[in-house]
Every structure is written in C-alpha cells, then in structure tokens.
C-alpha cells in the first residue's frame, strides 16, 4: 500500500500563488512517478501535471504551462505543485496520485484524498 498526503492548499486571490505538497509514504519503492490532477465543481477530473522520480520526464497540461511547476523531492518522497498567476479558473480539489507505469500513458494506482484550492476574483 501507499499512502499520499497533500497539503498547501488554501484561498488566494487571482494572480497569486500557492505550493503544493505530497508526501508520499508505504511501498513507494515500485513508483515510477507522480502526478497532479484537479477537480471543479460540476466537472470531471483533469490531468494537470506529472514528473518521473529518475530521467527528468515531465508534462502539463495546456491550461497550466508556464503557470505551474512541479517538481520532486526523491530523498524525501515528496513532490510539489508550485502555481503561480492564479486565475478563478484553477479552483477545484488538487489530488496527487502515484504510478508504477512509465509516463505519459497509463493508469495512476493511489490517489491522495485531495486539498482544496479557491481562487478568488
């Protein structure tokens, strides 16, 4: 089993920034990367950005380069969603989610239980 703990999330207004962790704890040796991934209100769950724990293998989705970094702390099993100019838009629940498959297709095997972020107009 593994377990994935997010934090950072809060309420910002438009054009400010947040961080996002996952602590990721258990059987994480079988991970071959992480992921982020949002829900709003009312719509279905969207990719948002993943990054290998070895190789430098990153992707985002398109609503949220040049936005949003992520990043990876492997010593620590913990990796991070900086978001920057943030818009109403970007509000939703953040969940991050482990994977054992080789990036970019695939299944994702656990999922946090998600933090919330708003974005206030």
């Known amino acids: 089993q593994v377990q994935l703990v997010e934090s950072g999330g809060g309420l910002v207004q438009a054009g400010g920034s947040l961080r996002l962790s996952c602590a990721a704890s258990?059987?994480?040796?079988?991970?071959?990367?992480m992921g982020w991934f949002r829900q709003a209100p009312g719509k279905v769950r969207e990719f948002v950005a993943a990054?290998?724990?070895?190789?430098?293998?990153?992707y985002y989705a398109d609503s949220v380069k040049g936005r949003f970094t992520i990043s990876r702390d492997n010593a620590k099993k913990v990796v991070y969603l900086q978001m920057n100019s943030l818009k109403p838009e970007d509000t939703a629940v953040y969940y991050c989610?482990?994977?054992?498959?080789?990036?970019?297709?695939?299944?994702?095997?656990?999922w946090g239980q998600g933090t919330q972020v708003t974005v206030s107009s």
């Open positions: 990054i290998s724990w070895f190789g430098g293998y990153i």
């Open positions: 989610a482990f994977r054992s498959q080789p990036l970019p297709d695939g299944n994702y095997d656990y």
């Open positions: 258990g059987r994480t040796f079988s991970s071959y990367a």
